[in-house]
């Protein structure tokens, strides 16, 4: 059951340009990168051999928390094969530590602490694998054997990794600038209208939940290739990352101080990031810095195990969260009170994600009168924690369908007849948590997916369960989310650093191919082809004609990258707006060689014609005369076809769905097996549905990871990390997962021309709430702690009996 | 000290001096430049270093290239014939079986090796059989749709 179907809605302002019928928009079109990712003619980081290149290891450090006595690196040094060897004491003070990119200022007026973030360790290290020195050799071989040959006198510290251990009086303190290791408190939302809420409420659900850390384990590993030209005083860096052209800002604005004209940042093919590979990293600053003084490229690929201990990880909240009802199940108000971990330094975007990416999503899809959320953000002597596929979305989700379902079970509501009851059905919505939506329809959605899931038949798939001596549920979770990042100014005013906005280059050649620029970056969703089928429906040429180009910032004028399933929201309209300015110049172009005015002059499928005649010219055609101009305008009109445009979004964009999980449950050994999962998706118009369904897939088995399986886990005494391999960490294989049903519906956003939503984290932001929900009506409990391990599961059965 | 090392790669013979202690991911992805066998956990788990030894799936991260002594090694660059691709490679294509694109050199010779083992195989068969192999992006939605198609063709 995964054909998409598309119901129109008929009322919708938005524009429904270039959605032809049989046009390339929509259409389930195999993607043009498949052929060289299928062939192993991919090129990713670790693929790129540069001339002379050397290899770098870095030794990081085995404490969680420990300040370094002494740094001997003589016998590394003398070591066979040994370049250079770099620690935290040859790094100039002129370099800066890595920055953060949004600035939240907090309930008391102050801005949020930011302790600075070496590029090696200064004089401390904060958690496992914070890098202390780097080696650079002959051989990757070589730097290796050479790193352990770096003696490091530490002094080990008392560490904190748990954030209600890092709250308590008395704890160590991660940086001396935060003694009580808050990075900030954060509120949103009218406190004393919340509270008013709850003084009226007939019913009032509670719940203690924890947002289990991840780790995101794209399965190419971050990597870099750096090096430095004497010629022109310039920098190269190859890097798996997601922005390059941010990579590249923060680099040489704020850490480094090169010129950024200076350095030219290229993504290769990136072998999936989920938000890992957003963030500016040490590893890639330092071979940066260190090409020019060893005078060749310094390669450094990270091992698994490197992975886990310095990619930024994601989640990790602990909330206490309340719904207020009245006696039929409507919403009255929401308190949420979070506790959210930084890690051991701030990373990218990391202050962000726990309080607008967090708390402005509460609402869901309801009409929740008042809403209040605090939220206290701590540093512990952990990875860094930042965005990873979904980042605040899941966690608000979490907490919203956890209670909304918590409370229809408390009530004797049906899970979808407190849904229908409380959904917000008029459009523009604004929430009492500073966000408008523009268009959506939730009834739609779960109606869709408890068609999908086949609710009439659950109760006797039930009963044959229990006859088997099986528990079974059914778990329900309609998410919202905000995508399309975001407005600039409204971003600005919330402590953005950066804009948010998106470019788009054009340029059609004189044969009328095209190369199209893009400042998203695709690692995995198929932006190549995607991006491709919208010029082709708009310029009506063949897909196979044009080629999307990203992931360079010597070749694409900017880019704020990809993360926050913006690409096509973003990222796809400004390149609209570039084949725009490009199609209105074809027409002058056209009204030229046809002599007509240029207002006489329309174009589709390819041709400029002349309103009501068929005198025409093809597209091909006024490409050509743009470069070969004999007969041309040139006294109004400037020869070429190459256009750029930047786009910056007026709102975010709201996807938003339903997901239904059915789970069996073993009550001997609490396995859980997900029998079945099915979503009902609103991503607005959809331009290759096989690629949004991929999308989908992916998110939908983070999601569940999350829920069942996934849990990043340090030792809450020594502070060392214990699921540092896949030995370890439970990473979702195939069999842990039924085929996913997929559905769509589709309200078109009303503020983007393509009327595109995103799709991108739909999955891992619906599913985990799904996931326990079932878990929990399948055996009377009112939570179990995610990931719900057998174990969890076992003991919850147990302590329930009887109640489900 | 090197040591002498002959094996037959994609068809190709090949004969050249090994350090003892080079894993065969290294020496393909190194001196012979097929970077399409990938590595994703230096550790035997992930299986994007995937290769056919002797027509059987190995994790060339987790053998000595020396083991490879003699042996017939197929990358994924040597399983397309000329521009056609292999008809495992063909499904991942037609099934959107892939994203990223970094596990699916070692997902599909690791289909590819199953040929031959069970007919015709059920959809829980094959992801039982792909257990060795991670995927972060496809949740295996149609990776296993693809494999189910591929090994179908592959006997057809």
């Known amino acids: 059951m995964t054909d998409t179907t598309v119901r129109e809605k008929p009322a919708s302002a938005a524009p429904q340009r270039a959605t032809k019928p049989g046009g390339p928009i929509g259409a389930r079109i195999e993607r043009k990168e498949d052929a060289r990712f299928l062939t192993g003619a991919g090129q990713y980081t670790d693929d790129v051999a540069l001339p002379h290149q050397t290899y770098a290891s870095f030794v990081r450090s085995p404490h969680a928390h420990a300040r370094i006595r002494a740094l001997r690196v003589d016998a590394a040094k003398g070591a066979p094969g040994v370049i250079a060897v770099y620690t935290g004491a040859d790094i100039p003070q002129s370099v800066g530590g890595l920055p953060c990119g949004w600035l939240i200022t907090g309930s008391d007026g102050k801005p949020m602490k930011e302790p600075k973030h070496p590029i090696l360790a200064q004089g401390k290290v904060r958690h496992v694998g914070d890098p202390v020195a780097i080696v650079i050799a002959e051989s990757a071989a070589q730097a290796k054997e050479a790193a352990q040959l770096v003696d490091v006198d530490y002094e080990a510290l008392p560490a904190v990794v748990d954030v209600r251990d890092a709250m308590r009086k008395g704890a160590p303190a ?352 198929g932006h190549e082809t995607t991006f491709a089928q919208v010029v082709a429906g708009r310029l009506g040429i063949a897909v196979e004609d044009i080629d999307v180009v990203h992931g360079d910032t010597g070749r694409i004028p900017f880019g704020m990258g990809t993360y926050g399933s913006r690409s096509i929201a973003v990222g796809g309209t400004a390149i609209m707006k570039a084949v725009d300015k490009i199609v209105a110049k074809g027409r002058k172009i056209a009204a030229h060689l046809m002599e007509v005015s240029d207002a006489d002059v329309e174009f589709a499928d390819g041709k400029f014609t002349v309103k009501g005649t068929d005198k025409n010219v093809p597209f091909a055609q006024v490409a050509l005369t743009a470069y070969v101009p004999h007969n041309y305008p040139l006294d109004k009109l400037e020869p070429g076809l190459d256009e750029t445009a930047f786009y910056d979004p007026t709102n975010f964009t709201y996807p938003a769905g339903t997901h239904i999980c059915e789970v069996e449950i073993d009550p001997q050994t609490g396995e859980t097996k997900i029998v079945a999962f099915s979503a009902c998706d609103d991503f607005g118009n959809i331009i290759n549905p096989m690629i949004v369904e991929g999308q989908v897939h992916g998110g939908l088995a983070q999601g569940i990871g999350q829920a069942l399986l996934e849990a990043c886990v340090y030792d809450r005494d020594s502070g060392q990390l214990l699921t540092g391999s896949y030995m370890d960490y439970a990473m979702p294989r195939a069999a842990d997962f039924p085929s996913f049903r997929v559905d769509t519906r589709v309200t078109p956003c009303t503020h983007n021309p393509l009327g595109v939503k995103g799709c991108g984290e739909a999955g891992a932001i619906g599913a985990p709430a799904a996931v326990i929900n079932a878990i929990c009506d399948a055996t009377g409990a009112k939570d179990v702690a995610m990931p719900a391990t057998s174990e969890r599961v076992w003991r919850v059965v147990r302590e329930n009996q009887g109640r489900a | 000290m090197k040591i002498p090392f002959s094996l037959t790669v994609n068809g190709k013979p090949v004969s050249t001096e090994i350090e003892p202690r080079a894993l065969l991911v290294e020496f393909l992805r190194g001196p012979l430049q097929l970077t399409g066998t990938h590595v994703g956990c230096d550790t035997a788990q992930c299986g994007a270093c995937t290769v056919l030894v002797d027509g059987k799936p190995m994790k060339s991260c987790n053998m000595l290239a020396i083991q490879a002594q003699g042996a017939n090694v197929t990358t994924i660059e040597g399983l397309a014939q000329g521009d056609a691709l292999h008809p495992m490679q063909a499904a991942f294509r037609k099934h959107h079986g892939l994203q990223c694109g970094f596990c699916t050199p070692g997902m599909v010779l690791s289909a590819v090796g199953l040929a031959g083992q069970v007919k015709q195989p059920s959809e829980a068969q094959i992801r039982e059989a792909l257990d060795g192999n991670f995927c972060r992006c496809t949740g295996y939605h149609n990776i296993v749709k693809a494999v189910q198609e591929g090994l179908a063709d592959m006997t057809a």
């Open chain 1, 174 to 525: 991660v940086h001396d600038e935060a003694p009580d290791n808050v990075c900030y408190v954060w509120a949103l939302g009218d406190k004393a209208a919340a509270d008013a809420a709850f003084a009226k409420a007939a019913h009032v659900t509670t719940l203690q939940l924890v947002n289990n850390r991840l780790i995101p384990n794209a399965i190419e590993p971050r990597a870099c290739n750096a090096t430095y030209s004497r010629a022109d005083d310039s920098y190269t860096l190859y890097v798996a990352n997601q922005n390059p052209h941010v990579e590249r800002l923060l680099m040489t604005a704020f850490v480094l101080g090169l010129p950024e004209h200076k350095v030219r940042v290229i993504a290769p093919d990136v072998g999936g990031g989920f938000g890992s590979k957003i963030y500016l990293y040490a590893e890639e600053t330092v071979c940066v810095w260190a090409s020019k003084l060893v005078g060749r490229p310094i390669k450094w690929t990270a091992e698994r195990g490197e992975s886990f201990q310095s990619d930024a990880h994601g989640r990790d909240h602990v909330t206490r969260a309340e719904l207020a009802l009245d006696k039929d199940g409507r919403f009255l108000g929401m308190r949420v009170q979070t506790t959210a971990a930084m890690g051991a330094y701030l990373s990218t975007f990391a202050s962000c994600i726990p309080t607008i990416l967090y708390a402005t999503l509460l609402a869901g899809q309801y009409r929740t009168p008042a809403i209040h959320c605090e939220v206290t953000a701590v540093f512990t002597n952990t990875a860094p924690v930042d965005a990873y596929r979904g980042a605040g979305r899941p966690e608000a989700t979490y907490v919203v369908e956890r209670l909304v379902a918590t409370a229809a079970r408390e009530m004797g509501i049906a899970q979808d007849q407190i849904r229908r009851r409380n959904f917000i059905r008029e459009f523009p919505y604004a929430t009492p948590v500073a966000l408008t939506y523009d268009t959506g329809d939730y009834e739609a959605c779960l109606d869709g997916a408890m068609k999908l899931a086949d609710v009439a038949g659950f109760a006797k798939r039930k009963e044959e369960a229990a006859k088997r001596g099986k528990l079974r549920g059914l778990g329900y979770s309609s998410y919202i989310e905000a995508c399309g990042l975001a407005p600039s100014n409204v971003a600005g005013s919330l402590g953005a650093r950066a804009g948010l906005f998106e470019a788009g280059e054009v340029r059609v050649h004189p044969t009328g191919k095209v190369t199209v620029f893009t400042g998203s970056h695709s690692h995995g969703q």
